[in-house]
């Protein structure tokens, strides 16, 4: 069966610092990834999606980014943290190979929740 | 754009009732419309995909439907339990993207 991980579950930054949020997808192969985030009273918003490694496509202008190393790795990463990157990071994966991602079901991770201060 | 909404926004039940969540979009052009379950502080838990060919699904107590001409979709759960609390979130799937409701938190009292 697949299974998807997260971590660290939480994390507390300082404004200004980087960050590097992982996530990895087990029993699957040629998943896409998915990154979202959400925050307090904004639902969940979609920030980067993956339909392969080394292919990224970004939803949002922002000061995060984000990287596929590994077929099952999706990384979020940040240089310098804001006081708005504060949330519920979320990743998920669903079944690759179709012609658009999102069509199938997503399946979602634990969840890194956030805080900047 | 793409935009979903989700009324109510919090819903409190006695154990035993039927109750229905209620979720509408304005893009009728849908690929399919997704269902989700969110416990606080955990990642989403898919319920229910509805295909825009299709008019509903069910699972066990739980019945979705589609009304692609009114953008309007109901998530329909039988005889509620305590353990059915939680957020309810629906999303609709189109322009290849997928867009999100602010959710039903849903609280069922024993």
């Known amino acids: 069966s697949q299974t998807i991980h997260q971590w660290p579950a939480t994390l507390v930054q300082p404004v200004g610092s980087p960050l590097s949020l992982e996530c990895t997808v087990e029993?699957?192969?040629?998943?896409?990834l998915y990154w979202y985030r959400q925050a307090a009273g904004r639902g969940l918003q979609l920030l980067f999606y993956?339909?392969?490694?080394?292919?990224i496509s970004s939803e949002v202008p922002q000061n995060l980014s984000a990287s596929r190393p590994q077929d099952r790795q999706f990384i979020l990463s940040s240089k310098k943290l804001l006081l708005s990157d504060s949330g519920f990071y979320l990743c998920?994966?669903?079944?690759?190979?179709?012609?658009?991602?999102?069509?199938?079901?997503?399946?979602f991770g634990p969840g890194t929740r956030l805080l900047v201060l | 754009k793409q935009e979903v909404t989700q009324i109510p926004a919090a819903l409190s039940v006695p154990e035993g009732e039927n109750l229905v969540l209620n979720c509408s979009f304005t893009?009728?052009?849908?690929?399919?419309l997704q269902w989700f379950r969110q416990d606080p502080g955990k990642g989403l838990t898919s319920l229910l995909l509805?295909?825009?060919?299709?008019r509903e699904q069910t699972s066990g107590r739980l019945n979705a439907s589609l009304d692609k001409s009114s953008g309007r979709s109901t998530l329909y759960i039988a005889a509620s339990q305590p353990g059915d609390s939680a957020t309810y979130l629906c999303?609709?799937?189109?322009?290849?993207?997928?867009?999100f409701g602010e959710g039903t938190q849903l609280t069922v009292n024993p």
């Open positions: 998920a994966w669903s079944v690759g190979g179709l012609a658009e991602p999102h069509q199938e079901t997503q399946y």
């Open positions: 029993g699957t192969s040629n998943p896409n």
């Open positions: 509805i295909q825009s060919s299709q």
């Open positions: 993956s339909v392969g490694i080394g292919q």
């Open positions: 893009d009728s052009a849908i690929y399919n």
């Open positions: 999303a609709a799937v189109s322009g290849s993207r997928l867009t």
